[in-house]
């Protein structure tokens, strides 16, 4: 049996950078901490030295696709596997797959793929995004196939993802959607979040399904206690004062210890400067970073699909062809932390984190997410400048 690796450097944890840092792996992290404090003297003299920093695993839980595939399209596993390899080379070891809004039918077909991939442990789980939603802010779903919230399709989407199913993004304003009888309640009886998005609704319809999220879960949890809320501000009617929308009300219900909500932070679907906003105003506990990538992520600009719609990619933000609206993202999860940490707008600690323990959080993984003894070996190094230099999953390079 070989001996476990050793990597000695600058160790991000979930509360400090290590200066002088190591972590001990085989298949799981067998020992993180201070050099002095973990390792014997002939350990540090075989341990591998990383020049620039050793980061956990990060975890997306809203991805459509990379590498010039795309979920929503994905017709077989290997299709599948070619976006999970381009963001797992790039540092993210657990990926939830995200659907787009399209006929029942190829909804239920990619349940399937998807959650044979899921019993494989090459993915962490499924994201349906609609088609419970609102025309309105219907973004880049297709409005041709959004329909009212129906239990039953919920109910078989659920038993064909075989308990991976991890969220499913709904519209609080339709009829429906919570309470008793509602999809809402299907999906956290069934396992599942509710992540309340690409809506129009007001501020009363949000609180109210909110309100009803958080009594639900407190029931029955078996992932998270918290919904989630899908990009905020992308999908949702702008904050105005004197028609302030869903934006505060979420907001309102995580500074409460309520929803975890979701931020793109690409710097095309939001400002840096409303990330900080947030972040500084939430702290990290209540947000999470999420891609939202769709098949053009690490590719050329071009022309691609998401789901039944055409897309169109140019200086690296995807549009609908032939529209405005924004249809997903091309950055990796590591891109995001790299923007936010070196503009200074969140720390490197915290935008880690929010990369990495927020989605395990809500997967409900405990073994992943933080560099720390027992954990699963998913361990990423990168350079000064946070380039990816070599991902380990389960301990094995990538």
């Keep these: ?9 600058r160790v991000v944890t979930e509360s400090e950078v290590i200066s002088d840092g190591a972590v001990v792996f085989d298949e799981v992290i067998r020992e993180c901490g201070v ?17 620039g920093y050793i980061l956990p695993g990060l975890v ?39 659907g787009v809004t399209a006929a029942a039918d190829v909804l239920r077909s990619r349940a399937v793929t998807l959650a044979n991939l899921c019993e494989k442990d090459e993915l962490a789980g499924i994201h349906f995004e609609g088609p419970f939603v609102s025309v309105e802010r219907k973004g880049a779903q297709d ?21 991976y199913c991890v969220t499913m993004t709904l519209a609080p304003e339709k009829k429906g959607a919570f309470g008793e009888g509602s999809v809402a309640e299907a999906l956290i009886e069934g396992g599942a979040l509710p992540s309340w998005g690409h809506t129009d609704a007001g501020p009363e319809s949000v609180r109210k399904a909110l309100e009803y999220s958080r009594e639900k879960l407190a029931q029955v949890a078996p992932r998270s206690p918290k919904a989630t809320a899908t990009h905020l501000f992308n ?14 009300e979420f907001i309102s219900d995580a500074a409460r210890d309520g929803a975890i909500l979701e931020l793109i932070g690409d710097g095309v679907h939001l400002s840096a400067d409303i990330v900080r906003a947030v972040y500084e105003t939430l702290g990290r506990e209540y947000l999470v970073l999420v891609t939202d990538a769709m098949a053009a992520a690490g590719m050329p600009d071009g022309s691609y699909q998401l789901g039944p719609q055409a897309v169109t990619v140019k200086d690296g933000i995807a549009r609908l062809t032939g529209g405005d609206s924004i ?38 993984d405990q073994t992943i997410g933080c560099l720390r003894e027992g954990m ?17 999953r389960r301990g094995v390079a990538v």
Excluded: W
Aim: hydrophobic share 35%.
């Design 35 to 51: 050099v002095s404090q973990v390792l014997t003297e002939n350990e540090a003299a075989r341990a591998e030295r990383v020049d």
């Design 143 to 163: 409005p041709t196939y959004i329909i009212e919230p129906d239990v039953e399709l919920t109910k078989e989407l659920i038993e064909l993802s075989k308990g």
């Design 1 to 9: 049996m070989s001996e476990p690796r050793i990597l000695r450097g």
């Design 235 to 248: 999908g949702m009617r702008p904050i105005h004062h004197r028609d302030p929308g869903p934006v505060p």
């Design 327 to 364: 249809a997903g993202g091309t950055s990796h999860l590591l891109d995001q932390v790299r923007l936010l940490y070196q503009g200074g707008y969140v720390p490197l600690v915290d935008a880690v984190y929010m990369a990495s323990v927020q989605g395990a959080k809500i997967i409900g």
């Design 376 to 392: 699963k070996a998913d361990v990423v190094v990168v350079s000064d400048s946070l380039e990816p230099v070599t991902v380990y």
């Design 60 to 98: 997306d839980v809203h991805c459509h696709g990379g590498g010039g595939e795309s979920f929503p399209n994905a017709q077989t596993e290997e299709q599948a596997m070619i976006a999970v390899m381009e963001h797992r080379r790039h540092g993210t070891t657990s990926l939830v797959a995200s």
